[in-house]
């Protein structure tokens, strides 16, 4: 099944890396969002409070999470899906589109948080805390709105339904992502985050596991 994996992933890069207005819409999306806040809450003048920093890039970051996952499912034609129900199993396509949006998002979070640093200051004392932070919150995100993008594409109302669905699964990782980040801000001891950790990986597990149990019985139907 890892050789499926590979392959569908390398197909995900493929059709990205060919239609690149995704990606650089995204990226534009970023990028903008962290200038119109340096330009309207106060940044230019060196105002902004390190917990209104750590907010709004927690919330830039989910936003951009959720455009970038969202057509996962969503945007696959019919054809399309009849060939992938046809050639793989249904574990190797929500493994695989899981790892692909990982690396998607890991990706914009790491950019945001570039961004962030040169244009709104970087206020974190410990840079591998956060960095691991972001890392297990890009798991987090992708792995419940991959999920909630398949059952949605199953549905006419795609967009309404992704949004009310994946905010009860959301919620959780975000709060967990924003405490353990304020404590890499404040530089306190790693001991301190342990628990929020383990927390956070338990509920990507979580998400994960029953995004592989269930996905299958999706896909029959």
Avoid at 62 to 69: D, G, K, R, T
Avoid at 74 to 88: D, F, K, S
């Amino acid at each position: 099944m890892w050789k499926e994996i590979i392959v569908l992933i390398r197909k995900e890069i493929t059709l990205e890396w060919r239609q690149k207005y995704a990606l650089n819409g995204i990226l534009l999306y970023v990028v903008s969002a962290v200038f119109i806040t340096y330009l309207s809450v106060g940044a230019k003048q060196g105002t902004i409070a390190v917990p209104t920093w750590n907010a709004l890039y927690w919330i830039i970051i989910l936003f951009s999470a959720v455009n970038a996952v969202a057509k996962s499912f969503v945007q696959e034609h019919q054809g399309r899906q009849l060939y992938y129900y046809m050639t793989a199993s249904p574990e190797g396509i929500i493994i695989s589109k899981i790892i692909y949006n990982t690396l998607l998002t890991a990706v914009l979070a790491l950019l945001g948080y570039v961004v962030f640093s040169v244009i709104l200051g970087n206020p974190v004392q410990d840079q591998g805390l956060f960095v691991l932070n972001l890392l297990l919150g890009s798991i987090g995100f992708s792995a419940c709105l991959t999920m909630v993008s398949g059952i949605a594409s199953k549905a006419s109302n795609n967009a309404t339904l992704m949004a009310i669905l994946s905010f009860p699964i959301i919620i959780p990782i975000l709060l967990m992502a924003i405490r353990i980040s304020k404590n890499a801000i404040d530089g306190l001891d790693r001991g301190v985050s342990v628990d929020k950790l383990l927390t956070l990986l338990a509920i990507n597990a979580i998400i994960g596991t029953t995004a592989y149990i269930l996905f299958p019985y999706l896909w029959r139907s």
